[in-house]
């Protein structure tokens, strides 16, 4: 079974930092392109940082300058480093991918995978 499983989140005050990491799991050929979502309460779910499979980095602007986005392609992983946290940070975060892998000996493509979530809160 293809999936993607996060860890890292947590409690944290604010001006704190975190590190979430996502492993794709499963019999997976390449992942492509990778990302970070997050949902507030009330809130749409909105793009906080992605990365090519080139490492190349786009941000939402409100994170800008305070978190990075770094992958590990041969551990089929990406990760967010989460600094100087601010309570309007405090949502859900999901992992998101798209990716190749193999079944029933043919290679198969899965887009837009997405992660159970980690919860992120920032409170004093």
């Known amino acids: 079974q293809v999936q993607l499983v996060e860890s890292g989140g947590g409690l944290v005050q604010p001006g704190g930092s975190l590190r979430l990491s996502c492993v794709a799991s499963?019999?997976?050929?390449?992942?492509?392109?990778m990302a970070w979502y997050r949902q507030a309460p009330g809130k749409q779910r909105e793009l906080v940082a992605a990365?090519?499979?080139?490492?190349?980095?786009n941000y939402d602007d409100s994170v800008k300058g305070r978190f990075t986005i770094s992958r590990d392609n041969a551990k089929k992983s990406v990760y967010l480093q989460m600094n100087n946290l601010k309570p309007e940070d405090t949502a859900v975060y999901y992992c998101?991918?798209?990716?190749?892998?193999?079944?029933?000996?043919?290679?198969?493509?899965?887009?837009?995978?997405w992660g159970q979530g980690t919860q992120v809160t920032v409170s004093s």
């Open positions: 998101n991918a798209d990716l190749n892998y193999y079944k029933d000996g043919a290679v198969r493509s899965m887009y837009d995978l």
């Open positions: 499963g019999n997976i050929r390449s992942v492509y392109a």
């Open positions: 990365s090519t499979s080139a490492g190349h980095a």
